[in-house]
């Protein structure tokens, strides 16, 4: 595992949590 690697899996990880929210904040709304 590349430092490279490492940073793709993370801004994954966190587009991935925002979209979970977006969809959380639309289902509340």
Do not use: E, H, P
Not at 9 to 24: G, M, R
Request: glycine content about 4%; overall charge positive.
């Amino acid at each position: 595992m590349g430092v490279v690697d490492t940073i793709i899996l993370i801004l994954k990880l966190i587009v991935a949590v925002l979209q979970l929210l977006d969809a959380v904040l639309k289902y509340l709304r």
